[in-house]
T-cell receptor, first 113, second 113 residues
Framework: DTAVSQTPKYLVTQMGNDKSIKCEQN?????MYWYKQDSKKFLKIMFS???????INETVPNRFSPKSPDKAHLNLHINSLELGDSAVYFC????????????FGDGTRLSIL | GESVGLHLPTLSVQEGDNSIINCAYS??????FIWYKQESGKGPQFIID?????DKRQGQRVTVLLNKTVKHLSLQIAATQPGDSAVYFC????????????FGGGTRVLVKP
């Protein structure tokens, strides 16, 4: 009965590789998000989608490309991984895009060797 | 730039005592505030939220207070329990589209038995 689920939980890979993180929510929410949490626990939004439409696109390198095949899924693809991409990436969802609590997954810890 | 900030990285509390976590924000246009709890290895978990037209809201063992005059937000936890040990984040929506939350730096709460 997991509400927001991400896979994989851990991802260890080498610099220069391309990787994807998947996210699914079964809450029936319209809006989904990707966040990055650095080693100091600072959480910053990267993207949000509302019903498959890109709403928020923060200053993120274009090596990061989100894709939303339907409103229950928001995947994150990262090209040419760099050391600085090492972080925990969280997916979240909310009922809609107007002042609603966001519900987070348990994160994907990405480590770049 | 404007940001939500927490300046107390660690709060030690005796079990059974009340905890107060403080948060300062700088954007007077912010209209929605939210508190999250993050346990080790987990995603942020929604605790309570408050809109700018309110100054107090209560949940189960938690109370959020909003002082718009001094741009201050606090989370009070009554009868703190060992399970309350976690990192707590405040976040604000600055009235921007897309339910964009800006997070503070987090406060670690340690509950001593």
């Amino acid at each position: 009965d997991t509400a927001v689920s991400q896979t994989p939980k851990y991802l260890v890979t080498q610099m220069g590789n391309d990787k994807s993180i998947k996210c699914e929510q079964n809450l029936g929410h319209d809006t989904m998000y990707w966040y990055k949490q650095d080693s100091k626990k600072f959480l910053k939004i990267m993207f949000s989608y509302n019903n498959k439409e890109l709403i928020i696109n923060e200053t993120v390198p274009n090596r990061f490309s989100p894709k939303s095949p339907d409103k229950a899924h928001l995947n994150l693809h990262i090209n040419s991984l760099e050391l600085g991409d090492s972080a925990v990436y969280f997916c979240a969802s909310s009922q809609d895009q107007v002042n609603q609590p966001q519900h987070f997954g348990d994160g994907t810890r990405l480590s770049i060797l | 730039g404007e940001s939500v900030g927490l300046h107390l990285p660690t709060l030690s509390v005796q079990e059974g005592d009340n905890s107060i976590i403080n948060c300062a924000y700088s954007n007077s246009a912010s209209d929605y505030f939210i508190w999250y709890k993050q346990e080790s290895g987990k995603g942020p978990q929604f605790i309570i939220d408050i809109r700018s037209n309110m100054d107090k809201r209560q949940g189960q063992r938690v109370t959020v207070l909003l002082n718009k005059t001094v741009k201050h937000l606090s989370l009070q936890i009554a009868a703190t329990q060992p399970g309350d040990s976690a990192v707590y984040f405040c976040a604000e929506n600055r009235g921007a589209a897309g339910n964009k939350l800006t997070f503070g730096g987090g406060t670690r709460v340690l509950v001593k038995p």
